[in-house]
């Protein structure tokens, strides 16, 4: 059963959300049973058409139209020239942002992108916060996504609550960028854990193992992760159909090795398992979920 989402009760916001897909249609919902006022825009206008008749508030055919009298504007959208496009293009929300409102981007971009925007946002009166989110469709749809956030400390204040509508951790952790930065680490992460995790799965299933059994047993001891808890028996069952997709895991650890390029670090872990993404997406896999990593050792 879906958890119900209980709302803080907070002073309401005028807010607009750019990007209503897979995360921003769901986390935009939050906002507006949280009771905020929410204008949408989307691409597709359909979608933001049918996300209005669904959860009420107003859509706008563009970023600037949708902004005009925003406290806060949230922006979840593909990659960073999406986010340009989005904020400082023609149409852009930069165009028509209110002098103290304050822009929140939940996209997963460069770390270079959030500086580049921050200095024009400040130049502009306005304030810019990079917060990637993680957790996934079902952390969006149950309102318990973990939000890392780069920015002016003051500004963040003022918009961590309202972002609790969809969130169980919202977290500053310094200057702009320090959001993006953070999801890197994130990212990293994620990719060892469901590379160990497909390893071991695989392994176990050709010993012959109940794996259902064998998972039930180790979930409980120190191998235990999110990712064996919640991927390890849809691993099991071949089943690749949980949201967040190697094409978009892909973008994101690119980000990761061109960072750490830039920093002088190295991921070697990281380099190999991106190219056992490409892997995956060359056996036509690339909306499969990021646990379909199993499905080379097989």
């Known amino acids: ?74 922006t979840c959208v593909g990659n960073d020239d999406d986010l340009r496009s989005v904020t400082v293009g023609p149409d852009g929300a930069f165009q028509t942002m209110s002098k103290g409102s304050v822009l929140v981007d939940h996209t997963t971009t460069s770390a270079a992108v959030a500086r580049e925007l921050g200095a024009l946002a400040h130049h502009q009166g306005l304030s810019f916060i990079d917060a990637p989110v993680s957790g996934g469709n079902l952390g969006a749809i149950n309102g318990v996504l973990t939000i890392m956030c780069g920015g002016d400390a003051a ?16 977290t500053h952790l310094g200057a702009g960028g320090s959001g ?6 994130n990212q990293i992460c994620v990719a060892g854990a469901l590379q160990g995790l497909s390893e071991a799965l695989a392994f176990g299933q050709k010993a012959g193992l109940d794996m259902p059994a064998v998972l039930e047993v180790i979930s409980q001891g120190a191998a235990s992760s999110w990712q064996m ?70």
């Open 1 to 74: 059963m879906t958890p119900v989402k209980v709302y803080e009760p907070i002073e309401a916001q005028r807010v607009a959300f750019l990007g209503l897909g897979t995360m921003g249609e769901p986390m935009a919902a939050h906002l507006a049973r949280a009771g905020h006022q929410v204008t949408v825009y989307n691409r597709t206008s359909a979608k933001a058409l049918a996300w209005v008749a669904q959860h009420g508030g107003a859509w706008a055919v563009s970023p600037r139209e949708a902004v005009h009298h925003a406290q806060i504007v949230f």
């Open 155 to 170: 500004a963040f204040a003022h918009v961590q609550p309202v972002m609790q509508a969809y969130a169980r951790a919202v």
């Open 180 to 185: 993006q930065l953070a999801k890197m680490v």
């Open 229 to 298: 808890q919640n991927r390890g028996p849809t691993m099991v069952r071949d089943e690749f159909d949980f949201g967040f997709a190697v094409d978009w895991m892909r973008k994101d650890l690119a980000l990761c090795l061109d960072e750490a390029r830039r920093l002088g670090a190295t991921l070697p872990s990281t380099a190999l398992i991106d190219q056992f993404y490409a892997d995956v997406q060359g056996m036509g896999g690339g909306r499969w979920d990021t646990s379909s990593l199993i499905r080379r050792l097989r």
